[in-house]
């Protein structure tokens, strides 16, 4: 019987305005050749895949470096470079699993279960999430060339997931090619790097060699057809510049627009909005490890404070683009749960200073990380400082690039709380309880009683009861802030066919109509 993780189809795939040049009475040949355009909201802060959790880094390094699994459509997890389901045993503490012969790196060299070993443990050394799977597994070994096999502690659900994702990723890499800082980026993906120049672009070429699966498309998995010849990723920091160039023909593909562009998109010729519904949530991400915040009792009175509802009216502006929701998981997905949420959404300032006053709170700044980047975040920043302010929080705001953004949340020191956001995954450990090794750091004694219970129960039914004791013990010791569920908006060229609406944008399967 397959192992295989079930989870339910997001609602956002399909949910689009306009026909994203998928309709059948469109529908066309694949076509071979051109480049695309894409305007992204930064530049990355490193091409390895390994070392950073930041989704603008995965969306672009997933075409390029590939994981023994993925997200199929419905978010199942299937095999990419491993040719099926692993085989588990010894009560889910043996994980088997086979790899695909004849796969081809970027080098022109063989993927062997010897690279698979080599990247696993430089995936522990250098990567949070390769850290937190590490600390349950004993062992990884490889049989013979072309098999793994993971030894566990104990059960632990998740694993999967972790060796799924595509930023903090298990990505393979060659033995031989497993410097750290990365010098040489060669994975067994459908595109190369082809070229990068820092804060102007970073140029994917088609991988001439590239060693498909056979299986149809589904999700991030199955086969991959790289038919463009080259992905151009610019950074575009403006979000209004990213909605003038795509109404202008500049780019072929915009991320993360501002939800007020949407009626200058629509009805244009040569472009289309998309709007991916139940995309994900904005956060509050706050620091548990260093600094005024780790107190609990002055993050309780921070929370207290907190109007959701007119912070996500600032961002979003209309209930089309958002929910007012404090599920950590909307309605229809697995883990929704109500547990806990009368903790959402206070607006109560007089609880907050009480609050704020059991804790010991003298007036000291509270450093608050946002960037006008992601043009909803800033608003969010904007209106959660004025809330703070006037229950009597001295909130340094302060506005950056978000490069300096995701790199100062990597050290304790430098901040108390940033604003970030995620996809609704498929595996809540891979976000919601993330380890404590992750910015954050979220760590406690019920958090591991809660969550390693959670974790080691592998019954999908089970976990998702299971799923709102941890939603209450996060509402309870509020290591981070949801603002609410949100909708988001890019844009495409009509040019640019046979792109999937997905929370990581990807282009092979795409091309272009010349």
Sequence with gaps: ???????????????????????????QEPKRGGTITVATVGEPTTLDPMVTTADLVGAITMHVFETLYTFGDGLTIVPLLAESDPIITDGGKTYTIKLRQGVKFHDGSVMTSADVLASFDRWKAVADRGKTAWSYLTSVTAPDAHTIELKLKEPYAPLLALLSLNNNA????????????MTKYIGTGPYTIKERRPDQFVVLARFPDYTPRSDKPTGYGGRRTAYIDEIRYVPVPDPNTRVEGSLSGQYDYADSLPVAAMPRLQGQKEVTPVLQKNFGYP?????????????????????????????????????????????????????HTKEGIEAFNQNNPAKARELAAKAG??????????????????????????????????????????????????????YEMSTVGAPFL????LTFTAGSERPGWWSSEAKDRVVGAFNAESDPAKRAAMFGQVQKLIYAEVPYIKVGDYNVLRAKSNRLQGVIPSSWSYFWNAWVDK
């Design 426 to 429: 498929a595996e809540p450990s």
């Design 1 to 27: 019987m397959s192992m295989r993780t079930k989870f339910l189809r997001l609602a956002l795939l399909g949910s689009v305005v306009a026909s994203l040049g998928l309709d059948p009475a469109l529908a």
């Design 170 to 181: 298990a990505a393979i890499m060659p033995a031989s090619n497993q410097a750290n800082p």
């Design 283 to 335: 956060t509050i991400s706050i620091n548990n490890k260093g600094g005024l915040l780790t107190n609990m009792t002055l993050r309780q009175a921070l929370f207290a404070a907190v109007n959701n509802e007119d912070m996500l009216k600032a961002a979003f502006g209309s209930t089309e683009f958002y929910t007012l929701s404090g599920s950590l998981y909307p309605e229809g997905f697995r883990f």
């Design 361 to 414: 709170y003298k007036g000291e700044p509270i450093r608050f990380l946002t960037t006008t980047q992601f043009d909803h975040f800033y608003k969010i920043a904007l209106v959660a400082t004025e809330t703070w302010r006037k229950a009597g929080f001295n909130i340094d705001l302060q506005v950056v690039d978000w490069g300096t953004l995701l790199t100062r949340r990597n050290n304790p020191a430098l």
